[in-house]
């Protein structure tokens, strides 16, 4: 299996790879080289697709490097996929560029593999070539070195599922809470009402991607108060937009785990959880 790392993904790099090689002309366009034989061989392109559009087009490069090199099968392996988000037009017509993105992906007819995608509609618009793989049993395993959980924590309705499937990973079968969350404004969540109970409970709060910080914040703001023993938040994404990690590390929580499906430095309270063996 020859592997190619996009830029967006050499911090995940392991193992042997093949070397491409990339430059631009004078007009500024970007051309791509491939030194190894990847004729008749399986192969896979491992890149994260970030919100730089330039990353999308990598990706879409790298595949047809390998396509013209009559690689035999292509694998594009995305630990994190961007845009997943926009599912849907929004009343004020903003477009839905996760289906825009993953229908171009589809056509390339090669094989994906995302990790932890925050969409379901996205995945169904990747096609029947597509897996989703997860980080859960690896979040779990980490979160539960610090003792044992009582109650999983969704912070929203779209996090439930999630919360099961991470309470299945914990033993002692950890009770499910759920958040209802409203977001009165773009970017600006606000938690409501609790449902289940937390009072005594050692909690985590599990959710598939933090950016901001402000839905977690509000999740622990909301647990503190009905009175949560302590508090772990374990995510597979952290975008970390602006001065979130600094702004996640004064709240009362116990440790935050975070997986390297996106470049992580150590901080404090952030305990990083490798996933490069999910994407062999």
Known sequence: MMTLFAESAKHLKKGKTARYTKYAFASGEVACTLQANVRGKGSRVIANITPDPASFFEVLALHQLLKDREASTITLVLPYLSYAREDRSTDNAQASLGLMVAEHLRATGANIS???????????????????????????KEVGKLGPVDVVVAPDNGAVHRAGRFAKELPG?????????????????????????????????????????GTIAEAVRLLTKHGAKSIRV????????????????SL???????????????????????ISGLLT
């Open 234 to 249: 374990a995510v597979t994404h952290g975008i970390f937009s602006k001065n979130a990690k600094a702004r996640l590390a």
């Open 114 to 140: 995302v990790l932890d995608l925050h969409s379901q509609k996205v995945l169904k618009a990747l096609g029947g070539r597509a897996t989703e793989i997860t980080a859960i049993p690896l979040l779990a």
């Open 173 to 213: 079968s950890p009770r499910i809470a759920t958040i209802i969350k409203t977001r009165p404004a773009p970017g600006t969540a606000k938690a409501g009402k609790l449902t289940g109970k937390v009072k005594g409970a050692h909690c985590v709060i599990v959710d598939d991607m933090i950016d901001t910080g």
């Open 252 to 274: 009362p929580v116990t440790a935050i785990f975070v997986t390297n499906s996106l470049p992580q430095k150590p901080h404090k309270k952030f305990v990083i959880v490798d």
